[in-house]
């Protein structure tokens, strides 16, 4: 055989090998999660010493190298129907989360979203959040109100709300009795959740034995750098917390460790 055919050969075994390694390979996939999100200047000002406050620049940036190089968000039922079955989704899949209900969600990150016509869920949490949304500062600490909720079910489908819980957020889970977890998420009802996201993405038996019994499919914990499996606990799912401090370079070794894990 001549040298030519059998480096064509090699390169066609090679290819064939690595679809073969990446069709039946475990898939994982980067869930990032965000929080309250400034522009520059009001970051400078009113939020220097707060990594989890955000920039505008910043996000825009990652979401834009996300739509140019192809990236498909998913919504939260498309990540569940990706955990429970034999769903498979493209290598560069990626879902997008944001914590607390913060109103400039609306202001600020879902512009975002629509100009790259991204999925994402925002968890709110649930005595933050009053009929009226008041005027927007981002100065402020503020949260998103019921007005606007139901303004983004009308307009963003695609922006997709649960639960942070009712009022655990300011509160050590570890120090609650059972019955006041239980009753958290009664009063969660009325936000008609079934995904739940920890507060502080601190996980305990009492909230979780509190989401089996309300019938919550799901639940996010929040570390460093761990992709989400199909093999986490169905309450205790990996995302990854993405703050001032988080390189842009970090950001993208996470995408591509999609590739290789």
Known sequence: ?????????????????????FNFKERKIAVFAYHKIVPQE?????YKDNKWVDTVERFEEQMKYLYENNYKTISMSEFENWRNTDKRYPIKTVMITI?????????????????????????????????????????KQQFIGRDLLESIKKE?????????????????????????VKNDFIKMQKFETNIFC???????????????????????????????????????????????????SNFKKWLIKQFIM
């Open 1 to 21: 055989m001549k040298k030519w055919m059998i480096l064509i050969l090699t390169a066609i075994l090679l290819i064939v090998g690595i679809c073969i390694y």
């Open 42 to 46: 009001i970051k400078n000002e009113y």
């Open 99 to 139: 914590d607390d209900g913060d109103l400039g969600i609306y202001y600020e990150i879902l512009p975002i979203l629509k100009k790259y016509n991204f999925k994402a869920t925002m968890f709110i949490i649930g005595n933050k959040i009053n009929d009226v949304s008041e005027e927007y500062n981002p100065a």
């Open 156 to 180: 963003y489908p695609n922006l997709e709300i649960q639960s942070h819980s009712f009022n655990l957020h300011n509160l050590n889970a570890k120090d609650l009795s059972l019955e006041e």
């Open 198 to 248: 920890y507060p502080y993405g601190a996980s305990s038996k009492k909230i979780k034995q509190g989401l089996e019994e309300n019938n919550y499919k799901m639940a996010f914990t929040l570390d460093k750098s761990n992709l989400s499996s199909k093999k986490d606990d169905k309450y205790e799912i990996s995302r990854i917390g993405i703050n001032y401090e988080t390189p842009f």
